[in-house]
């Protein structure tokens, strides 16, 4: 116990420090200043007190001003009096704290030395863990635990059930960071150690279930349950894994039968293109992996039906008034003048059409050729008649598909806009070819 200024003088009573040579010595001592409460005293008996004050433990803190306030502060400085594992900056700070390290690191033996180290990362772990720092300042402090256990495990300790704990305290660090492989890469050398370390198969368990692993996650499980069957913890986090995995496998199925579905439609559309021997700007197979996506994305589709008939997204082209209307499902047995009468109808109204002269059966449908090397000089355009189905149309060998979608321009029949537009053509070294198609 700490003693009073009262039992150090002369004057003091029964309680003060004994007469055998420690009197005098703190007689020859400089006193240490204000004097500590008398709750301290509890902490020394006097011959530890007389110890430290002869080696100047004590006395090299005299100029602090211990009061009621601080003292419990400034004792925790003291490296006998630390309530808490000292970080490595503290140690690099305090010349006693130096000093005890090297005596320990001298007497020590390696696996004395790596169970210091798990000590000293479990501090660190759960000072952190308990701290409302930022995420970046605390994460710092959790890689410093998984400093603080490698450093134990390099210590090469022949001590297994050591080395297996120090690995699933890095594990429990890493799923706390994130790293959930680096968390069961440590479990397995855990287990590797000591099968018996159980919190190993869960940590790794629950790493695994992170990551969507979750075979793999009760596999873990199942080996921990027969170490220990009645681990109920264990129990419930492979029931946990088991109800995931079972909504992952179905939706594995239900995303399997989708894309055997998607295979053997596209095959089907495949064979129907090949089967009408149609023609196409870029080969049908790159047609189907790049335009598909494009066309999807627009809001159509080409496709087969029951009955075998082929449907078109198509694009009618209104180039008097810089339209476009796109038709999102044109199937190929149905003639032009059908959605011709169903866009143009006389109750409809049309926004653009100020003068009206966009009507069903008053109108021309004309589809511009596509030569191979794209010459424009060499195209023409090729009127189509309102009868004709689009199956007779892409079937004609002068039309060509370009990115998996029809395209005709639309005019008013007879219109001045109309001659002008075939005018250029014309002027343009292209050719009219006006007839029905056979």
């Known amino acids: 116990r700490f003693v009073t200024s009262n039992q150090m003088s002369d004057g003091g009573d029964g309680d003060g420090p ?71 900056a503290d ?95 440590d479990c397995i050398a855990a287990i590797a150690l000591n099968p018996g370390n159980i919190k190993a198969y869960w940590r790794a368990c629950t790493a695994n279930q992170s990551l969507e692993h979750y075979a793999e996650a009760i596999r873990f499980a199942d080996e921990g349950l027969r170490v220990d069957p009645t681990n109920k913890t264990l129990a419930a986090e492979r029931q946990k894994a088991v109800k995931l995995k079972a909504v992952v496998d179905k939706k594995a199925r239900q995303k399997t039968a989708q894309l055997r579905k998607k295979e053997k439609k596209d095959a089907e559309l495949l064979a129907a293109l090949k089967a009408r021997d149609l023609r196409f700007q870029k080969p049908i197979e790159v047609e189907l992996d790049v335009s598909l996506k494009g066309i999807a994305a627009a809001g159509g589709e080409v496709f087969v039906d029951e009955s075998g008939l082929l449907h078109w997204p198509a694009t009618f082209l209104y180039p008097e008034h810089q339209q476009t209307d796109f038709i999102k499902d044109f199937c190929e047995g149905h003639e032009f003048g059908d959605h011709l009468d169903l866009m143009f109808g006389p109750r409809e109204s049309i926004p653009w059409d100020m003068d009206k002269k966009y009507r069903a059966g008053q109108l021309s449908i ?22 004709l189905t689009l199956l007779e149309v ?45």
Request: proline letters at 5%; aromatic letters at 8%; a neutral charge.
């Open 18 to 88: 004994r007469s055998t040579g420690s009197e005098s010595i703190l007689k020859k001592k400089k006193p240490m200043g204000p004097t500590l409460p008398t709750g301290v005293a509890s902490k020394l008996d006097d011959d530890e007190f007389y110890e430290l004050y002869k080696e100047g433990a004590l006395q090299s803190r005299e100029h602090i001003a211990l009061s009621e306030d601080n003292w419990e502060e400034e004792l925790d400085k003291i490296p006998l009096f630390m309530t808490k594992q000292p970080t490595q």
């Open 91 to 185: 140690i690099d700070a305090s010349p006693d704290l130096q000093a005890m390290q090297a005596l320990i690191q001298a007497e020590s033996t390696p696996t004395s030395r790596a169970e210091n180290a798990k000590d000293q990362g479990n501090s660190i772990l759960s000072e952190a863990k308990k701290s409302k720092a930022a995420v970046k300042v605390k994460n710092a402090e959790y890689n410093k635990a998984i400093a603080a256990y490698d450093a134990g495990l390099a210590e090469n300790s022949k001590d297994n059930k050591l080395n297996s704990t120090l690995h699933s305290n890095k594990a429990a660090v890493n799923l706390l960071l994130g790293n959930r492989r680096k968390a069961i890469n």
């Open 366 to 387: 004309y589809f511009e050729t596509q030569p191979k090397g794209g010459e424009y000089k060499k195209t023409k355009l090729v009127r189509v008649d309102p009868q």
């Open 394 to 438: 892409t079937c004609d060998k002068r039309y060509t598909i370009v990115d998996l979608t029809p395209a005709f321009f639309v005019l008013a029949q007879g219109s001045p806009f109309e001659k002008q537009f075939l005018d250029r053509f014309s002027f343009d070294g292209a050719s009219v070819d006006i007839g029905r198609l056979k």
